[in-house]
């Protein structure tokens, strides 16, 4: 079983909707990471968390919105997606960088986000 | 930049055939490198890692060792199962939090 929950598993939207994907991690991580992944790809870096603060944003278009309500807790909000948008998207965690070595990134099972 | 290359594939095994994925990288400093593996519907598990050269990660019969001369990190199994089919990438993190991967292999196990 995964660490990181997600949800919700499956979401179809329309392209004026308004909703929300949930992240939610209990391994006292201090880095939260959003990926886009279309099929057969591997995943592209959105967003990165780190301490709660939003360290890095990869250009990623204003419908997307990210939040970190706590050390525990990541958000995307999502607002006038375009079809072009449906993908996988997978939360990650991670320890803060130790002193000697990159520590790996944890991922969810990924919500399915379908815009119709 | 830094880049990392995989074998192309599908790769197509008979079950309890050995496994060899290749993956070689490009970096400037000294890169923790990762497998990863996607099992079809799921997210991504982490496989193996190795954080300096000569590591070797190993986990569920799965091995690759961090090879700094031929800057290899190839994934080996002795003996693979109709469960092993899944997608798989190599990785690398520098210092950034972020990953750098390759383009992924698909690998097919047949009873």
């Known amino acids: 079983d995964t660490e990181v929950t997600q949800t919700p598993k499956h979401l179809v939207m329309g392209m004026t909707n308004k909703k929300s994907l949930k992240c939610e991690q209990h391994?006292?991580?201090?880095?939260m990471y959003w990926y886009k992944q279309k099929a057969k790809k591997p995943p592209e870096l959105m967003f990165v968390?780190?301490?709660?603060?939003?360290?890095i944003n990869e250009s990623v278009p204003s419908r997307f919105s990210p939040e970190c309500p706590n050390s525990s807790l990541l958000n995307l909000h999502l607002h006038a997606l375009q079809p072009e948008d449906s993908a996988l998207y997978l939360c990650?965690?991670?320890?803060?960088?130790?002193?000697?070595?990159?520590?790996?990134?944890?991922f969810g099972d990924g919500t399915r986000l379908s815009i119709l | 930049g830094d880049s990392v290359t995989q074998m192309e594939g599908p790769v197509t095994l008979s079950e309890e055939a050995f496994l060899t994925i290749n993956c070689t990288y490009t970096?400037?400093?000294?890169?923790?490198l990762f497998w990863y593996v996607q099992y079809p519907g799921e997210g991504l598990q982490l496989l193996l890692k190795?954080?300096?050269a000569d590591d070797k990660g190993s986990n569920k019969g799965f091995e690759a060792t961090y090879r700094k001369e031929t800057t290899s990190f190839h994934l080996e199994k002795g003996s693979v199962q109709v469960s092993d089919s899944a997608v798989y990438f190599c990785a690398l993190s520098d210092s950034n939090y972020q990953l750098i991967w390759g383009a992924g292999t698909k690998l097919i196990i047949k009873p």
């Open positions: 190795a954080t300096k």
């Open positions: 391994m006292g991580h201090r880095a």
């Open positions: 968390y780190s301490y709660e603060k939003l360290s």
């Open positions: 990650a965690s991670s320890q803060d960088r130790g002193v000697e070595a990159v520590q790996p990134q944890h």
């Open positions: 970096a400037t400093g000294y890169p923790s």
